[in-house]
């Protein structure tokens, strides 16, 4: 039991011990006015009932797990704002469960108001929304778009130009990560703010009465997130990713999160990882990890192998590293809020040296679970190193275009895939078959006309001022729930190789790497990429006509199959500290040609075009350790993309990037 435990005891006690007080002289002031009503006795009849609702939420808290970081305060602002979120989420539920039974009805009206909101813009009388009364009539009359279609609107709207496209000036600018191309520019409504923010606290708060029940609502989570560079449009409006929390919101983070405030507002990712990661690792009773992408996690994590020491020492001592790059009003105070804690340091120290296979487990007993968006394939590394045991949560499907997409179904069950169910009233959604993706005009499904088994490209109309938007997912309908579809995120349409039109997406290349790793001798996958062979200088190789895949890997020793002595006896040094990290792996020649025979037997297309010699085989490269860590390092120098919304480049998209790649090579199979 915690100093905060035993505290709430002591309240509880001393309240009901007043509450009882007042009750036995209310008692007696009743007895000696024959019963009758007077204002002394309602008023301290009142305060009995009030200070007894105290003390028995003061024993509810003191029965929890309390995080070693919360102060009195925070425990009682947490506690009361997690269970008013827990009442409102009966009323979501019931609305939820209403829009599943009839999508279709749901979908129209969402499409009524998002046109009656803006048919008095420009936009809105360029497509008469005043006169179309269904979703079959809009489909008619609007086409298809994507970004080019909006963005000289959007451009006027940021110079400070009104009712262009919404009818209300936009609170904000997103700026997406740029992915799959240049990065764009999304005016985010008021309410689509209000919409994402509902969404993540009915999402946690689904997880954490339903799924995971023991844990406690004061158990405070660690939070991964730096603060974007500040940016503004011509008109002084805000400009970043969707994920830039305004003040509001990190006062409340920092009751959540073990970050404290002045962490959250670090500019620098490596200061703000290392501080995230220390204040989190003082706190045993951490109960989860927000990390809004896996990439971001796993990131942080390397982060911690490398520099534990530092942070254990920092425990122990009650210091901010003196390396750290840090405004001296910042260290003050977060120096304010380390106290030294030997107890700690040495039960950190004890399990570090260890080694990392599973460390998260070890050093956060009562963590239940991760909640980030494995985009890019990292939740598999994850499971297997790193976070072993502990399942990872989406909670929802969203992204900078449009607000909350749909809700996760399946809780996060370790290993399980990520099923999501509509939000039918922010966004109406339309379908285009997969097979219809690349045609000049496609035609597209409502939501009660797709089926269960198809791959569809998904679009939307939102609360953002984007009309049948074909912002690049691709989605699969593996279920029902009553009548509404329930879908898996597949891959980005912008991500798709495509060297003879075989269109080879990024979630089945996914799973050919994984699967081929998996059969190579004691080694971890570390991070990949693919390039179409025109990336190349030259265009790749000249004595070869045909077109072909150009794939980097980097693996690293699985120190989950050692013991902890052979981990003990290795020290620190990773294959990048040997001088033939080539060896070391035991990777043959053999063991790259894997890549092309599985390829072949999971993709019909590829295989046909491999067999009539129309595609040559993959060129397989083995990069050094710390190869992606450069990539990174480019990509966000160079992109739009934020530290918060950054994703491993899984498709090389310019010659610079698979030139700074193959510089980096061990290994090939030409």
Same mark, same amino acid.
């Given at each position: 039991?915690?100093k905060?435990?035993?505290l ?29 009503l ?14 007894l ?24 602002l ?16 019931k609305?939820?469960k ?11 009206r ?31 009359r609007h ?12 451009e ?34 008021k ?10 606290? *009915?999402? %946690?708060?689904? @997880?954490?009465?339903? =799924? #995971?029940?023991q844990?406690?609502? /004061?158990? &405070? ?8 560079t ?57 109960? *989860?990890? %927000?990390?809004? @992408?896996?990439?971001? =996690? #796993?990131?942080?994590?390397?982060? /911690?192998? &490398? ?14 590293n ?32 260890k ?28 499971a ?19 607000p909350?997409?749909?809700y ?5 069950q370790?290993?399980g ?12 959604y ?25 791959v ?113 006896s ?13 060896e ?20 019909f ?9 129309e ?9 050094k ?10 990509v ?10 950054f ?6 998209r ?15 199979l030409?």
């Open positions: 039991m915690s905060l435990n035993i709430f005891m002591t309240f509880s006690v001393v309240t009901l011990g007043i509450a009882t007080y007042l009750v036995s002289g209310m008692i007696g002031t009743i007895a000696g006015s024959n019963g009758k007077t204002v002394q006795i309602v008023a301290s009849g009142s305060v009995s009932i009030v200070l609702l105290i003390s028995a939420m003061f024993t509810h808290i003191a029965s929890l797990r309390i995080s070693t970081t919360h102060s009195v305060i925070s425990t009682i947490v506690y009361l704002v997690m269970y008013a979120y827990q009442l409102k989420r009966i009323y979501t539920d609305r939820l209403q829009s599943w039974k009839n999508p279709r009805k749901f979908q129209e969402t499409l009524q108001k998002l046109l009656a909101e803006n048919k008095d813009t420009e936009y809105g009388k360029r497509y008469d929304f005043g006169s179309t009364s269904s979703m079959a009539l809009f489909r008619e086409p298809l778009t994507t970004y080019e279609h909006y963005a000289g609107y959007i006027r709207m940021t110079k400070g130009e009104c009712n262009v496209i919404l009818n209300r000036k936009p609170p904000r600018y997103g700026l997406t990560s740029g992915s799959t191309g240049k990065g764009k520019v999304i005016p985010i409504s309410e689509s703010d209000v919409t994402l923010f509902e969404g993540i606290m *009915y999402s %946690m708060a689904v @997880l954490r009465k339903d =799924v #995971f029940p844990r406690s609502v /004061l158990q &405070k989570g660690l939070l991964f997130y730096t603060e974007p500040p940016r503004v449009t011509p008109d002084g409006t805000s400009l970043g990713p969707v994920s830039r929390m305004d003040a509001d919101k990190k006062l409340f983070c920092a009751m959540v999160y073990s970050p404290p405030l002045a962490s959250l507002n670090e500019t620098d990712p490596v200061v703000a990882t290392y501080l995230d990661l220390l204040f989190s690792l003082k706190d045993r009773n951490l109960g *989860y990890v %927000m990390g809004r @992408l896996t990439t971001a =996690v #796993f990131s942080a994590l390397r982060h /911690l192998e &490398k520099d534990w020491r530092k942070m254990v020492y920092d425990i122990e001592h009650g210091t901010i003196k390396e750290l790059k840090v405004s001296e009003d910042a260290r003050t105070a977060l120096e304010a809020t380390m106290v030294p804690d030997k107890r700690r340091a040495d039960e950190l120290r004890h399990e570090f040296e080694g990392f296979c599973g460390i998260m487990r070890r050093v956060w007993p009562y963590m239940h679970y991760i909640v980030a968006v494995d985009a890019t394939g990292y939740g598999d590394i994850l297997e190193g790193y976070a072993k045991g502990i399942p990872i949560y989406s909670g929802f499907y969203s992204s900078t275009e449009l909350i997409i749909g996760e179904l399946n809780q996060g370790l290993g895939s990520h099923r999501y169910a509509f939000l039918l009233t922010s966004t109406v339309e379908f285009i078959p997969e097979e219809d993706m690349f045609v000049q005009e496609p035609e597209t499904l409502f939501i009660d006309e797709i089926e269960v088994g198809k569809y490209e998904l679009v939307g109309s939102c609360v953002n001022g984007l009309y049948r938007f074909r912002f690049g997912d691709v989605i699969k309908v593996v279920d029902f729930l009553d009548n509404c579809p329930v879908i898996e995120f597949q891959y980005r349409s912008g991500l798709v190789l495509n060297v003879r039109a075989e269109k080879m997406d990024s979630a089945t290349l996914h799973n050919v790497i994984t699967k081929v790793i998996s059969h190579w001798p004691k080694v971890t996958l570390v991070d990949y990429a693919c390039a179409e062979n025109c990336m190349l200088d030259g265009g790749g190789d000249q004595n070869e006509v045909n077109p072909y895949y150009v794939i980097f890997i980097e693996v690293d020793r699985d120190t989950c199959d050692q013991s902890i002595a052979e981990v003990d290795a020290g620190d040094h990773g294959i990048d500290e040997v001088d033939s990290p080539r070391l792996l035991d990777i043959s020649k053999q063991h790259l040609g894997m890549v092309d025979e599985v390829l072949c037997k999971t993709s297309t590829y295989n046909s075009f491999r067999e009539k010699a595609i040559a085989p993959p060129r397989v490269y083995l990069v350790p710390g190869s992606f860590d450069k990539l990174n390092e480019f966000m120098n160079n992109t739009t993309a934020s530290h918060n919304q994703k491993n480049p899984r498709k090389l310019s010659p610079e990037m698979v030139g700074l790649m193959m510089r980096n090579t061990i290994e090939c030409e």
